[in-house]
């Protein structure tokens, strides 16, 4: 199975300050098809999570485009340009590309300093 | 408007079997992959299985192969998670969530879950 490795796992951010999580997998998330399936996900406490960006760096519709995604192979990042109240709770990430199983990181848990 | 709405949670003993189910609207859900994920107490998340359009693809974690079944009634838009011989392990908020199209179907949509808990 592939292992999702994030970092950090706590992340303290001041409002209007940029913040950044790191996702690295156990192998390349390269398919054949040329795209690697990482997507990040957002859990706001006591709410189920929302797909905030799919195949490393599209966004899904109503996220702000302070978000944003980037990387190939084995290493992905997700960067809030200004970090925002309602940007709290944990970020996962989650691989597609080597499937069943689909495989999440631990979470990255983002506060307001 | 998308929705998945999921329900059968309960406390359950050891042991014992639970029929959770899913309900779509907004959306043909024929037309889409479907899975369950769960989330233990203040954990991570963990994909349970998934299914494809016409019910003849189904897929486990190896924690719960041969204990759950996945199934789905494309007439009532709905999927299932039959998870029998329940451990204390298995205790968590059950979510449903479906699968974008395309070739390598990713989960882009996500119910609010339904808790089930396996105690004595």
């Known amino acids: 199975d592939v292992v999702m490795t994030q970092s950090p796992l706590s992340l303290p951010v001041t409002l209007g300050q940029p913040a950044s999580i790191s996702c690295r997998s156990s192998?390349?998330?390269?398919?054949?098809?040329?795209?690697?399936?990482l997507n990040w996900f957002h859990q706001r406490p006591g709410q189920s999570p929302r797909r905030l960006i799919y195949q490393v760096s599209n966004r899904d519709s109503g996220v702000p485009d302070r978000f944003s995604g980037s990387g190939s192979g084995t290493d992905f990042t997700l960067k809030i340009s200004r970090v925002e109240a309602e940007d709290v709770g944990v970020y996962y990430c989650m691989q597609g590309t080597h499937w069943p199983p689909y495989t999440f990181g631990q979470g990255t848990k983002l506060e307001i300093k | 408007e998308v929705q998945l709405v999921e329900s059968g949670g309960g406390l359950v003993q050891p042991g014992g079997s639970l029929r959770l189910s899913c309900a779509a609207s907004?959306?043909?859900?024929?037309?889409?992959?479907m899975s369950w994920v769960r989330q233990a107490p203040g954990k991570g998340l963990e994909w349970v299985a998934n299914?494809?359009?016409?019910?003849?693809?189904?897929y486990y974690a190896d924690s719960v192969r041969g204990r759950f079944t996945i199934s789905r009634d494309n007439a009532k838009n709905s999927v299932y998670l039959q998870v029998n011989s329940l451990r204390a392990e298995d205790t968590a908020v059950y979510y449903c969530?479906?699968?974008?199209?395309?070739?390598?179907?990713?989960?882009?949509?996500w119910g609010q879950g339904t808790v089930v808990t396996v105690s004595s």
């Open positions: 299914i494809n359009q016409e019910g003849s693809e189904k």
């Open positions: 192998q390349s998330l390269v398919f054949s098809d040329g795209n690697n399936y």
């Open positions: 969530a479906r699968h974008a199209s395309g070739f390598r179907p990713q989960i882009d949509f």
């Open positions: 907004g959306f043909t859900s024929s037309n889409y992959w």
